[in-house]
């Protein structure tokens, strides 16, 4: 009985009740000599054992509750967190620009109810050339320096495949975009062979597409973009569009006037729409719809946006730059 007030730990009070009561325990051991005694005997030594082994049982629990109390406070005062300490530096990273960007046109298109898609980058010739109205002997082939892989596919140049894949796999309405990389053989300034495109295709049954819904969406689009800019359409050349157009905003940098960025002319290039080539419509198997498409470069919108001047610095994960968009 004396053992237990000296204990001082959980562990020994266990090792304390085997050596009393476990299979080989002392009390045990008295127990099992029970049988040899005669019954008077046995009844009072028995009785006595009881005894024992009910107010040693008694204070083992006792005592166990104490110790349980003592460690568990033990515990509390090892753990306690002093909340007036400074914490480590956590170095905060910044959203890369070309990121931000694509977040942000991401988000008008998001609200302006498209859907977005996403196609492969490796490609096929029928989904980034053929069924855009771009055969084999096309000459505006070579507007896209295109690699290719052994067999006959090829890196998509553009994301207007997305288009093909997405007419290929669904009825007329459609509003969607398609932003991801695109890769062409080209590299200065102001072309790396990777970079990022947006897509954006309208289809509707029967003639309610027209280049009236084209304009707004863009004039729409290009001042939630760049602000209070003046925008124009300049007719072009797209074979999956007809008619085509460019579209140029009025220089961000000068208001028009002319500077270094802008070539003197007032005007920047943003993007390229027009309206849906029919024959774009016949290779995925539609009739009697209508629809507009534009595709963007997103690096370029984030050159004009951020005024970086040399694209390739987009790409040389040098930290002073990317430094200044936290
Ligand atoms: N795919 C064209 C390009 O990469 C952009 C574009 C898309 C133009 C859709 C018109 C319509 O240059």
């Known amino acids: 009985m004396i053992e ?10 266990d090792e304390l009740r085997i050596k009393v009561l476990g299979k080989k325990g002392v009390l045990t051991n008295e127990f099992a000599k029970l049988k040899d005694l005669n019954e008077d005997e046995r009844k009072k030594v028995a009785k006595e054992l009881n005894e024992l082994r009910d107010e040693f049982s008694e204070k083992l629990n006792l005592k166990k509750e104490i110790l349980e109390k003592k460690e568990q406070e033990q515990l509390l005062q090892k753990d306690k967190i002093d909340v007036t300490l400074f914490s480590k530096k956590v170095e905060l990273g910044a959203i890369h620009p070309v990121n931000y960007t694509l977040d942000r046109i991401v988000e008008y298109f998001v609200n302006m109810n498209f859907s977005i898609h996403t196609g492969p980058l490796i490609e096929d010739d029928f989904h980034n050339f053929e069924a855009l109205n771009l055969p084999n002997y096309h000459p505006a082939r070579d507007m896209q320096d295109t690699f290719y892989f052994k067999d006959s596919n090829l890196l ?62 863009l004039e729409n689009f290009l001042t939630y973009m760049f602000g209070d800019v003046k925008v124009r359409f300049r007719p072009s050349f797209f074979p999956f569009t007809e008619p085509s157009a460019e ?51 997103v690096e370029r919108f984030a050159m004009l946006i951020h005024k970086i001047s040399d694209l390739r610095s987009l790409f040389e994960s040098d930290l002073r730059l990317l430094e200044q968009f936290k």
Request: proline letters at 4%.
């Open 247 to 297: 579209v140029d905003i009025s220089c961000i940098f000068c208001n028009g006037d002319g500077c270094r960025v802008c070539s003197h002319t007032g005007w920047l290039e943003v993007l390229g729409c027009g309206l849906v080539d029919e024959n774009v419509f016949k290779a995925v198997g539609y009739k009697n719809v209508s629809g507009y498409a534009f595709g963007l470069g």
């Open 156 to 217: 998509r140049t553009h994301t207007s495949p997305v288009q093909i894949r997405t007419m290929l796999k669904q009825k007329p309405p459609i509003r969607m975009i398609s932003p991801g990389a695109v890769f062409r053989r080209d590299f200065d300034l102001t072309h790396t062979p990777m970079f990022h495109q947006v897509e954006a295709l309208v289809v509707e049954e029967g003639d309610k597409v027209s280049f009236a819904n084209l304009k707004y969406i």
């Open 4 to 13: 237990i007030y000296n204990i001082t730990n959980l562990k020994s009070l």
